[in-house]
């Protein structure tokens, strides 16, 4: 079984403040707001650009 990969984020302080306000607003963790605004991402450019590998 694969283990989940790490990656460290550096952002300024007001990205980091919003993204905090976004995730609480949402009822998410930090983390979890992270990884659902990167799913979005990808999500809407696969279906522009077709399925990534």
């Known amino acids: 079984m694969e283990k989940d990969k790490h ?3 550096r952002i300024d302080s007001e990205t980091h403040k919003k993204l905090k306000s976004l995730a609480e607003f949402d009822g ?4 979890g707001e992270i990884l659902y605004l990167i799913r979005q ?8 650009h077709g399925e990534l590998k």
């Open 7 to 9: 990656i460290g984020l």
């Open 28 to 31: 998410r963790s930090m983390n």
């Open 41 to 48: 991402a990808i999500a809407q450019h696969e279906l522009k």
